[in-house]
């Protein structure tokens, strides 16, 4: 494979590319920007001819009017090896993507949540095996919606019990039997979708009384189903922590990493010129997650997928994991947290299923938090271990521990999202030589 040298990387490279790394490792924080001041082989292992076409393929997308825009960084050994800006935040005020660009991140906020969550069990203030009715008493009724023929042998929903009461772990690894209403048609999700979930200005505490009326979906520990899960997990922090859940993600998470975009709206209304838009015809408007309007201030704080934030802000968080738990300094996780964090919780022999709406795929299993993969994604070599989630607005982050690499993708496309990260991670490891 070719390598980089760094007399033939000062030359080739021009001084608008080198300035451009500089920026960024500015706007967004690294600890070492003055790399860029004296070139070194940062991206030795990758190919740079093959790292342009992850560019030509982002370009693409905006010439063919699939996106507005997009952002892109490469981080490896802690340094920036390709980032770059493309086309505008929003069609209809024409403004440049930049570095501070605020997004819908949706689910990419289930990690923040999982993260500080996982603090309170560092503190000994939280267990993994604690029923969630311990701090949430309306969980300790809750019942299991099971589809049953009825006495004329039609199909009805019945009421059964719990097998074992739901935990903090079944929170964090989606499989308490929550679930959303916005995919699927099965009898509970139907009541989901029908609840008025997200009628007024609720509250967390709110929000859980509502969900902890509804029967869940399976029993828990049974399935891995995607739902409100997280959002529950963000009520609990709250009644453990006495404060609310962005309270509690600021003050031991959010401004000691320096994210300071980060929130569940953005409050500022200089910052709201700075959010980007999909296309006119690409939103997602099915009222499943904590964003309507990320202008609009509420009091329910969707640990789930409420928040916004900038590309440079979500770049400290992952470099603070990939590093096993500390960044500048500081440490928010024990490296043995973040390692059961990026395991598999779900393997065969905890005999969780997986049904057809199994997001993380078929070559991943599930740990606290993240899809890790467990076995080869098909047709290629890249590496186990890698952890990653996204959002459902096109937002995408993976961590690759064995190259000690991140990658994040900031877009707005809920339509283009699946298409667009496959490619794009393709592209990544070919240039790689993975």
Same mark, same amino acid.
């Given at each position: ?27 967004? @924080? ?56 493309? @086309? ?6 024409? !403004? ?21 969550? +996982? +603090? ?5 203030? !939280? ?17 299991? @919606? ?6 004329? =042998? ?17 929170? %964090?690894? $989606? ?8 995919? =699927? ?5 139907? %009541? ?30 049974? &399935?891995?189903?995607?739902? $409100?899960?997280?959002?529950? %997990? ?15 993600? #600021?003050?031991? !998470?959010?401004?000691? &990493? =320096? ?19 999909? +296309? ?41 994991? %990939?590093? =096993? ?58 590496? &186990? ?16 521990? #064995? ?6 993708? +900031? ?10 990260? &496959? ?12």
């Amino acid at each position: 494979m070719k390598r980089w040298r760094t007399d033939s990387f000062t030359r080739r490279c021009s001084v608008a590319a080198v300035l451009a790394l500089l920026v960024v490792a500015i706007a967004v @924080g690294w600890p070492n920007a003055g790399w860029a001041e004296s070139p070194s082989p940062v991206s030795a292992n990758f190919s740079r001819e093959k790292l342009q076409r992850v560019g030509d393929y982002i370009r693409n997308e905006i010439a063919t009017s699939k996106i507005p825009g997009a952002i892109i960084l490469i981080q490896q050994h802690g340094q920036p090896v390709y980032f770059e800006n493309f @086309g505008v935040r929003d069609v209809a005020t024409r !403004l440049p993507m930049t570095a501070d660009t605020i997004f819908r991140i949706y689910s990419m906020s289930k990690p923040i949540a999982s993260v500080a969550a +996982m +603090m309170l069990v560092e503190d000994g203030k !939280l267990s993994l095996d604690d029923p969630v009715a311990k701090y949430i008493p309306a969980f300790a009724n809750v019942k299991v @919606g099971v589809e049953k023929p009825d006495e004329n =042998g039609k199909m009805a929903l019945a009421l059964e019990p719990l097998n074992r009461p739901i935990t903090i772990e079944d929170l %964090l690894r $989606h499989t308490s039997g929550l679930t959303y209403g916005f995919y =699927g048609d099965s009898a509970v999700r139907k %009541l989901y979708a029908q609840a008025d979930l997200f009628n007024g200005d609720v509250d967390n505490a709110e929000f859980a009384e509502r969900i902890a009326a509804l029967p869940l979906a399976e029993q828990p520990g049974t &399935l891995w189903d995607y739902g $409100h899960s997280t959002d529950v %997990l963000g009520r609990v922090i709250e009644v453990v922590s006495g404060q609310s859940l962005f309270q509690f993600e #600021k003050q031991r !998470l959010l401004d000691p &990493l =320096g994210m300071t975009d980060t929130a569940f709206y953005v409050a500022d209304a200089a910052k709201r010129p700075r959010i980007a838009e999909p +296309m006119p015809d690409d939103r997602f408007v099915t009222p499943v997650a904590g964003i309507r309007d990320p202008m609009v201030p509420r009091r329910w704080e969707s640990g789930g997928a409420g928040m916004v934030g900038t590309i440079g802000d979500y770049a400290r968080f992952a470099q603070m994991l %990939l590093n =096993g738990g500390t960044f500048e300094g500081r440490r928010y996780l024990k490296a043995e947290t973040i390692a059961l964090m990026t395991s598999d919780h779900i393997g065969p022999e905890t005999k969780i299923a997986r049904d057809y709406f199994y997001f993380p795929g078929a070559s991943a299993g599930f740990g606290l938090g993240f899809a890790v993969r467990t076995s080869p994604y098909p047709g290629t070599s890249w590496p &186990l271990g890698e952890y990653r989630w996204d959002g459902i607005e096109g937002t995408f982050f993976f961590i690759d521990p #064995k190259d000690d690499m991140f990658v994040i993708f +900031m877009v707005q496309t809920p339509s283009q999202r699946g298409r667009i990260q &496959l490619a794009l991670k393709t592209l990544i490891y070919e240039a790689l030589g993975k």
